[in-house]
């Protein structure tokens, strides 16, 4: 065999293990989800194997799945925006600040090892009737009574917040770190404030981290059922919701299959835009 | 035939020319190796050895009793290792189930005589030989019989435990004689509006819906009106729980102040020492537990483990465990002193105070009432 054609198979046998990964745990499952949509829930039994759109013209023409994707789009969206406000000035003082950031990275780091319902869960302890906040404000005299906060789209939304800011900061953090400091101190020698220097060369600089924290905070709150189920009300549901009960309440495997692939597309069509415009490189920076 | 006089005729064949040296040598062949497999050797293949049932519970005490009562003594009698697996709801176990492989589980303590018909109906049932299971004497025979309506002609499972679905209330809010005057209704009364609670089973919103329309349980004849209460409900609830704990957290913190409740779970709160009541109204959501022998499992193993979890030491250590009464008979065996003192506990023995859902008529609507209260809940 040639030099030649040895180099040019070399990334594909380096590349074998991660292809084969991603074909067997990715594509193959979602085949057979793909295959399982067009499959039909009998009222008892087995499920009616063969190609029937029904579930997907459901999906698809159903006002209570279109209403609820809705909804979901706008909690990722509220939650994104959140995310962006408290993030962003997070990561700027990450980056701006001297000897520490290490320690700063570690305790932004440090939430991810505690499991996610544990860290969801927590709320009730702090927003409760009988929660830390009530306590303290009965304590104070501001209320006389406990005021009910917990179990509504706010603090679903919290809940999101709080899970997913880490990934906003730290996408937000890669991006301001590679920026050079000088041109701001060559901004402000030219006359701008240092308010004018961020708005006109930091932030400009810093968007496609912003974006990326933005892409992933969207496409994770809208893919999570855990959230609305311990801290949402009667109504509050997510879509990833309805493809939990889908399979796991109704055994509507099919209905669940066609669910799940229809945000999987919809999820992908955002990400797919996001890569037309400001492309996907910015994303990996931010995971690295 | 033997296999000498079978080697013998094929080796007269052979010779007088009807059979070629291949085909002569290939069926030899084959002898030997049909041979390898079914005589003593086959002792030796490691698939034919059971050494482990898998068992599926619900986690917490129940494991701990069925560990120290039924596993290990099991264990120490057959050799068979038994692992202990935990699931949070029947749903969802149901769902691993059926995409796995056979024999991958083996017995599950399920929930309600409608789990033993689902699992029947997707084919996940076996046959048991009751003779192997001598503590099935024991049992009810009010719960043995909810089974054989289903499978008339064998058992898959074993009766375990029973308990009621009631009213659970904070008596510091509510009297006992308001909860006896209102009945399910309190669950609908806009006096607790943002204070009251409910499992979000769709099968039990619709049971209280139809207490509260003033209907069966059993045979829901105005589905509209049933709906209706159900959307009374979740207008007025604060919160619809997913798990026993979740249950208990939402009364003890008082975050609610009545919800229908499992009695156990309740019974529970009790013990901690909450002020929490609990009435089974007229008809009452009753239901029962049971250990069912999945398909593909060793059945004679599994049937050997089922006579030692249903030894009366092992039932009554699990029920004060979980606080929900054994499917053990009172009348036949002496149950203790704590277990008459549960909620639900019939000491007849009878179980004809308590209103079990009917498996046909439930499952048969499953399709349907399920989607249509995930639409319910979100405010369609």
Not at chain 2, 46 to 75: I, L
Request: proline fraction near 5%; hydrophobic fraction near 45%.
């Amino acid at each position: 065999m040639s030099v030649e054609a040895r180099e040019k198979r070399q990334p594909w046998i380096l590349l074998s293990p991660a292809l084969m990964a991603v074909t067997l745990l990715l594509l193959v499952p979602l085949a057979f989800i793909v295959v399982y949509s067009f499959w039909l829930r009998s009222a008892v039994g087995p499920d009616i194997q063969g190609f029937h759109p029904d579930n997907w013209q459901r999906a698809l023409t159903d006002p209570f799945y279109r209403y609820i994707l809705l909804n979901t789009l706008k909690i990722a969206a509220i939650t994104t925006f959140f995310c962006a406000l408290v993030g962003y000035p997070a990561a700027y003082f990450i980056t701006r600040s001297s000897g520490n950031k290490l320690i700063l990275l570690l305790l932004l780091m440090l939430p991810f090892w505690i499991s996610y319902i544990i860290r969801t869960m927590s709320w009730i302890n702090i927003l409760g009737s009988s929660g830390a906040l009530n306590t303290l404000l009965i304590s104070t005299g501001i209320t006389s009574s406990p005021i009910q906060m917990l179990y509504n789209e706010a603090t679903v939304i919290l809940g999101l917040v709080h899970f997913l800011l880490p990934f906003m900061v730290l996408n937000i953090y890669v991006s301001l770190d590679g920026i050079d400091t000088n041109l701001e101190d060559a901004a402000t020698s030219l006359g701008a404030t240092r308010w004018q220097a961020f708005l006109q060369v930091t932030l400009p600089l810093s968007l496609p981290g912003l974006a990326a924290g933005g892409l992933l905070c969207f496409v994770l709150g809208a893919g999570t059922y855990i959230t609305p189920l311990i801290l949402g009300g009667p109504r509050d549901a997510m879509f990833a919701n309805l493809v939990f009960e889908a399979i796991i309440t109704q055994l509507n495997w099919p209905m669940g299959s066609a669910l799940s692939l229809l945000l999987l597309l919809v999820l992908g069509a955002l990400v797919a835009i996001y890569n037309r415009f400001l492309g996907m490189s910015q994303l990996t920076k931010g995971l690295g | 035939m033997d296999n000498t006089k079978r080697y013998e005729r094929l080796l007269e064949r052979y010779r007088n020319g009807d059979l070629d040296r291949r085909s002569f040598l290939g069926l030899i062949g084959a002898a030997g190796v049909a041979y390898g497999v079914q005589t003593p050797f086959a002792k030796m293949a490691f698939a034919q050895d059971v050494t482990q049932v898998r068992f599926d519970g619900w986690g917490g005490v129940v494991s701990e009793a069925f560990r120290r009562h039924a596993f290990d003594p099991y264990t120490a009698e057959t050799g068979i290792n038994v692992v202990d697996g935990t699931f949070a709801g029947g749903d969802e176990y149901l769902a691993q189930v059926r995409s796995s492989q056979e024999g991958e589980y083996n017995i599950a303590h399920l929930s309600g005589v409608f789990d033993y018909a689902r699992y029947v109906n997707f084919g996940l049932d076996v046959e048991l030989n009751l003779d192997n299971i001598p503590n099935m004497e024991l049992v009810m025979d009010a719960l043995t019989n909810a089974f054989r309506g289903i499978t008339p002609d064998h058992l898959s499972a074993v009766p375990y435990n029973y308990g009621t679905t009631g009213l659970a209330y904070n008596r510091a809010y509510i009297s006992d004689e308001e909860i006896r005057e209102k009945g399910a209704s309190i669950l609908i009364d806009p006096e607790y509006q943002g204070k009251i609670g409910g499992w979000s089973d769709w099968r039990t919103r619709l049971w209280y819906a139809a207490l509260q329309t003033g209907q069966s349980p059993n045979d829901i004849q105005d589905m509209e009106a049933a709906w209706e209460a159900i959307r009374s409900h979740r207008d007025l609830a604060l919160k619809y729980w997913g798990s026993g704990a979740e249950l208990m957290s939402l009364l003890a913190e008082e975050e609610i102040y009545v919800t229908e409740g499992w009695s156990g779970r309740i019974a529970a709160l009790q013990e901690q020492g909450h002020d929490i009541g609990y009435y089974d109204a007229p008809n009452s959501f009753g239901w029962q537990e049971c250990l069912f022998v999945i398909k593909g499992s060793p059945v004679e193993a599994c049937e050997e483990l089922l006579n030692f979890m249903l030894a009366p030491e092992t039932s009554i250590a699990v029920a004060e465990g979980q606080n929900y009464p054994p499917a053990l008979d009172g009348t036949k065996v002496d149950l203790g002193d704590k277990i008459p003192t549960l909620p639900a506990y019939d000491p007849t023995g009878t179980l004809e105070s308590l209103t079990f859902a009917d498996p046909t008529y439930w499952n048969g609507n499953e399709a349907e009432w399920s989607e249509t209260f995930a639409r319910v809940q979100r405010g369609f």
